[in-house]
């Protein structure tokens, strides 16, 4: 990952996970290196174990339409395509750029 891009993720937003479903997602993946994808399943994965297992929240770092955003969130479930959150909210794996741990 390049230094610009570590940069943007220092200036992501950050929002509340109520705000999400207004959010508007276009279709198009955010990591186009496919080991970065791969990564980043990875790291939804152990972030998804963490929080059903030890009630771990963790940020995850997102493209919208907009711009960077992040939300400190438990991930409930997680499917090839979708980042499932508390209520049924939704984040686009394809759009995620970044999962950290705290």
Known sequence: MNEGMSQEYEKAVLIE???IP???F???EVLLDPVQQEKRY???????QLGNLYK?????VFKDQEGIKKVRTTIWALTKKYVILKGGIVIPVCRVL?????
Do not use: N, Q, W
């Open 17 to 19: 996970k109520e705000e």
């Open 22 to 24: 207004y959010l508007r």
């Open 26 to 28: 276009p279709s198009d």
């Open 42 to 48: 990875e790291d939804l994965t152990s972030a998804m």
């Open 56 to 60: 771990r929240k963790v940020f995850i």
């Open 98 to 102: 970044k999962v950290e741990k705290f």
